[in-house]
């Protein structure tokens, strides 16, 4: 199965950060979300990633191609280029990694039309977007997609809220809850299995939003399951997200990271 990554939006919800990086690379624990993504698929068996790249795009290409000399203690011969790696050298990880332009200005739906030629012979994939960890089991989802004969199944999961709450007796606080979950709703988490027949409800070309009408409709025509996931869930979309999922990292406390490492 191919994992298809959402990367080529601007993140303005992010802009004191993204001004100069895309979203997908910006880094908790030392690494780019991306990576941290890749590695949830990996973990599960799901080394073929097709990145579907936008607005800084070339930064992410820059980036796996420089792979070995972001995360190795090197010596670069500065006259003849060559470059040694030193001890403790870390293995390349078995990934196949395809990235694409899609456009600056293209939206979701847009963007995984872009790449049909490289899925319709799939009987089946993986797609998500470039902001988001879990520790969901990817392979516990293709299960239950292949035990339905649905085109999509999307991760429904409930936000992590955002404020304590507190629990009134007159003016008294009988309960403090630090950050519940939400309100009890589930959302969309993304983390979809789909089948190549998603293509054909992507319309209009690069102004399709996936989350508008191909999604709508798969709901009416009962194309569309959900996988509930009630494990650890936590988008990046702001300042405040990127800071609580790095403080995560740095006390090796990521539910989502198998011995709390990346690229491997």
């Known amino acids: 199965m191919k994992a298809v990554i959402l990367a080529g939006g601007f993140g303005s919800r992010l802009s004191e950060e993204t001004t100069t990086t895309p ?3 910006l880094e908790i624990g030392g690494y780019p ?8 698929y990996a973990n599960n068996g799901v080394t073929d990633f097709i990145v579907l790249a936008g607005y800084k795009g070339y930064l992410i290409k820059e980036y796996f191609i420089d792979f070995m000399n972001h995360i190795q203690d090197l010596t670069v011969e500065l006259e003849t280029g060559k470059i040694t790696y030193l001890n403790g050298y870390r293995k390349r990880p078995q990934w196949t990694i395809t990235i694409i332009d899609t456009g600056e200005a293209t939206m979701t739906g847009g963007r995984l039309l872009r790449v049909k ?3 319709e012979n799939e009987r089946h994939f993986a797609l998500t977007y470039g902001d988001g960890v879990s520790d969901i089991d990817i392979r516990k989802l293709e299960a239950f997609h292949l035990s339905h004969n649905q085109i999509g199944t999307v991760t429904a999961v409930k ?6 709450a507190l629990e009134l007796d007159g003016t008294s606080v009988s309960q403090f809850t630090e950050k519940p979950m939400g309100d009890g709703a589930y959302i969309n988490g993304g983390f979809f299995i789909l089948r190549p027949a998603i293509f054909e409800y992507l319309k209009n070309g ?7 009408e191909p999604l709508q ?3 009416r025509t009962n194309q569309l399951n959900a996988y509930v996931h009630d494990g650890f869930w936590q ?3 702001t300042l405040r997200d ?8 740095r006390k090796n406390d990521a539910p989502w990271l198998l011995q709390g490492r990346v690229g491997q």
């Open 23 to 25: 979203k997908p690379l």
């Open 33 to 40: 979300i991306l990576l941290h993504i890749m590695q949830i």
């Open 117 to 119: 030629h490289l899925l």
């Open 159 to 164: 936000p992590p809220g955002r404020f304590g």
């Open 206 to 212: 690069d102004s399709c939003v996936f989350e508008q």
């Open 217 to 219: 409709q798969l709901a």
């Open 235 to 237: 988008c990046m979309d």
């Open 242 to 249: 990127k800071q609580y999922l790095d403080s995560l990292c």
